[in-house]
């Protein structure tokens, strides 16, 4: 699995994981910020999630430009992570108003945007070595595990850090009290809310007797712990810069776009003008694809959190307390590829201490579960941790089964892929509509000022991350390899680009079902919004599915 890839793949790869472990842990508890900070409604909320997510994702093309024409590769990600830190510094500051998130968050979208697509277009220029080219797709999902390493350890690196000051405060964090808070300081709290809000402010500590004080104190600690929360991602950011500087050795020798290429006498692939136009629109069509897909799965982090927050069990018992635990999920993680090595490794010694690990991850699971308490609560931004679990535990499978199915020759082709990973990704949202046939609506909901009254399983949500990541391994990774593969030469950068401005557009149409979440139509209508989208995604890809795998030959 591990074998046959370019040195510079790991190099790359682990610094992706230091900037997307910061980037993941802000985004955990963005949302939830921008409720407890500003009172804003979901629609509101939706927004400025959208346009952010956008703009990480669309600035991209931008970066791609300025790399292909001017700075090349190397120089634009450095220059990227350099801007991302001082976003995530202003972001970090207790207090701040709303025109300075906005100025923080413009500042970390274009770092990212100098940032992402370049160090993707690097790891794509790895595999233009002849000796290299067949492991493309394979080495892009190894990538792509790397980045959910990081995102997998985020949210529980946010929940330590907001539970830390919160109790230097003496509080600790419950769901329904921020929006009860604002709406007791902007007198459109309900008599049922009020009584709620006393209860849980007794809950909280007996010093607590005025509403109006402890409102004003709960905002104001909870949301400077989450500016702390954000401050994660200034460490994170060191650490990628130290280690991308520090290989530079090992990926240098990709470190060209076609410009630089030419000046240097390196051959590159030569394209007629018919070659090239044929590739622009065969990932022009697949871009118009995944623009819905990626409206579909960064739910996780807008409606999915709202769920997460209003619908669903906190308090969990029996074996399912295992995957409360992220290190337990790690240590998972562990087994499996340890597991793999006692089939895979070639001799003797290397199976056996394969199986070594396997039996010590065992017994420490074991251990740790021995230990915990009977009763585990999940706050809303730990379901996020379920999403790169997943990534990470699924793409050794992933990696083999595709492995196996090129050696029988019918490994699909990588748009083939991407179109059944519009399939699946419907089938996940399928399963929030089953669970939310029978709850209030959001609009209910909001009227009474609480979470629902009927609470559902941890598993079904944690099921449909389950799903959407099978969905995310046919999709994401293969989408970008594609990308990297059909690419004219002249336009990697901007082509990449191209890939996550059609993500950005998606994006920003999160926004779309953050807008009628709090209306009236009931909650599973809302998930069967993104069930169609993805479903006639899927019907466009396979009816053009002739055009796109003869721009990969």
């Known amino acids: 699995m591990f074998k046959n890839h370019p040195k510079g793949l790991y190099a790359l790869a682990l610094a992706n994981t230091g900037e997307r472990f910061g980037y993941y842990t802000m985004l955990a508890i963005f949302v939830l910020f921008l409720q407890a900070k500003f009172g804003l409604s979901s ?19 931008v970066g791609g430009f300025v790399a292909d024409k001017w700075l090349g590769y190397g120089k634009t990600i450095t220059i990227g992570i350099v801007v991302m830190f001082l976003g995530y510094i202003l972001m970090a500051i207790p207090g701040m108003g709303m025109p300075v998130l906005i100025a923080a968050l413009f500042i970390i979208a274009l770092g990212t945007g100098l940032f992402k697509g370049n160090l993707q277009v690097l790891v794509g220029n790895l595999y233009d070595d002849p000796q290299y080219k067949e492991r ?3 080495g892009f999902s190894l990538f792509y595990m790397a980045i959910n390493i990081g995102a997998m350890f985020a949210p529980r690196a946010a929940k330590e850090v907001v539970n830390y000051f919160m109790g230097k405060a003496g509080l600790h964090y419950v769901a329904d009290i921020p929006a009860l808070a604002h709406q007791y300081l902007n007198n459109t709290i309900t008599a049922e809310g009020t009584s709620k809000l006393t209860d849980l402010m007794t809950l909280q500590g007996a010093s607590f007797t005025d509403p109006a004080s402890f409102s004003h104190l709960y ?16 460490i994170s950011l060191i650490v990628s810069m130290a280690i991308y500087l520090s290989t530079k050795k090992l990926y240098a020798h990709a470190d060209f776009n076609a410009k630089q290429k030419t000046a240097a006498g390196v051959s590159e692939e030569v394209l007629t003008t018919k070659q090239t136009k044929e590739r622009v629109v065969a990932l022009g ?25 209003d619908y669903t069990q906190s308090l969990v018992q029996g074996w399912t307390r295992i995957g409360c635990d992220v290190i337990n999920l790690a240590l998972i993680c562990v087994g499996i590829y340890a597991l793999f090595g006692v089939f895979q490794s070639k001799t003797a010694s290397g199976k056996s201490i394969s199986g070594l690990i396997v039996a010590a991850v065992a017994g420490l699971i074991a251990w740790n579960y021995s230990t915990m308490s009977a009763t585990i609560e999940l706050q809303p931004s730990d379901f996020q941790q379920y999403n790169p679990f997943f990534v990470v535990a699924l793409t050794p499978f992933s990696i083999a089964i595709f492995a196996w199915l090129a050696k029988i020759k019918k490994e699909p082709s990588t748009p083939r892929k991407i179109g059944y990973g519009m399939l699946v990704a419907a089938a996940g949202f399928a399963i929030l509509a089953v669970a939310s046939f029978g709850l209030k609506s959001p609009a209910e909901l909001k009227t009474v000022g609480g979470v629902s009254d009927i609470l559902l399983d ?13 969905a995310e391994l046919l999709l994401s990774p293969m989408g970008i390899s594609f990308v990297t593969k059909v690419a004219p030469p002249k336009y990697k950068g901007l082509m990449m680009g191209g890939w996550f401005a059609a993500t950005a557009i998606g994006n920003y149409l999160t926004s779309v079902i953050s807008a009628i979440w709090e209306s009236s ?13 993805c479903l006639l995604s899927a019907i466009f890809l396979f009816s053009v599915m002739k055009r796109l795998e003869n721009a990969t030959k």
């Open 521 to 533: 139509i009931p909650l599973w209508a809302v998930w069967s919004v993104l069930i169609v989208c």
């Open 43 to 61: 629609a509101a909320t939706g927004q400025i999630f959208g346009v952010f997510l956008a703009a990480v994702y669309f600035l991209p093309v």
């Open 219 to 234: 905002i104001d600690k909870l949301s400077e712990a989450y500016n702390y929360g954000f401050g994660v991602a200034c």
């Open 136 to 138: 493309r797709d394979p």
């Open 285 to 309: 069509l697949v871009f118009a694809v995944v623009i819905f897909f990626w409206m579909s799965f960064h739910q996780n982090g807008l409606t999915m959190t709202y769920f997460a927050r």
């Open 458 to 470: 941890p598993n079904w949500l944690i099921g449909t991350y389950l799903t959407l990541t099978f």
